[in-house]
T-cell receptor
């Protein structure tokens, strides 16, 4: 079955710096890759997603890149702000299934 | 987000007791999901349902049961057979199949078994 690995588990950056979180997946048939942000004590919320027919997607300070050959995808946050501090989860799902497989999460801390 | 509710927010039970967690949505979504969240392990799928009166086991279904008698409701029962039930439980829903649709999460229920 699908397996998703996420690194690093914790990431500390200075406000204004960039942050990069990387995920790898095992099933080459996976075709949908969302990223969720979970603030302390709150529910996960989708922040960006990408499908396998696209190599990169950007939304303001957030971007996701996908390398299908290497089976990895990354979340890039530029100009980080303290409110970006949260746990970020990547996930992958395979065509014609209804299951998301989540990574183990990255705790991002942005210091002012 | 506000369309999915879970109750209660905190739940305490004695070991050996069954307990049912509530999940309701008014988003008219067909698909609903239950996840378990433990520190350092991400979200793991317990059960999911694509349509009323139908559901499938996820990756960690042992010790849990569900029902889907109504489109808007997907209760999860944590049975005494679940060896380590203390965790944060999240319910989610989506319009249909995940491949094209965002999952919306409820606020979660933190279950503590004493």
């Amino acid at each position: 079955g699908e397996n998703v690995e996420q690194h690093p588990s914790t990431l500390s950056v200075q406000e204004g710096d960039s942050a990069v979180i990387k995920c790898t997946y095992s099933d080459s048939a996976s075709n949908y890759f969302p990223w969720y942000k979970q603030e302390l004590g709150k529910r996960p919320q989708l922040i960006i997603d990408i499908r396998s027919n696209v190599g990169e997607k950007k939304d303001q300070r957030i971007a996701v890149t996908l390398n299908k050959t290497a089976k990895h995808f990354s979340l890039h946050i530029t100009e980080t702000q303290p409110e970006d501090s949260a746990v970020y989860f990547c996930a992958a799902s395979k065509r014609n299934t209804d299951k998301l497989i989540f990574g183990t999460g990255t705790r991002l801390q942005v210091f002012p | 987000d506000g369309g999915i509710t879970q109750s209660p927010k905190y739940l305490f039970r004695k070991e050996g007791q069954n307990v049912t967690l509530s999940c309701e949505q008014n988003l008219n979504h067909d698909a609903m999901y239950w996840y378990r969240q433990d520190p350092g392990q991400g979200l793991r799928l317990i059960y999911y349902s694509q349509i009323v009166n139908d559901f499938q086991k996820g990756d960690i279904a042992e010790g849990y049961s569900v029902s889907r008698e109504k489109k808007e409701s997907f209760p999860l029962t944590v049975t005494s057979a679940q060896k380590n039930p203390t965790a944060f439980y999240l319910c989610a829903s989506s319009i249909g199949a995940i491949r094209d649709n965002e999952q919306f999460f409820g606020p979660g229920t933190r279950l503590t078994v004493l």
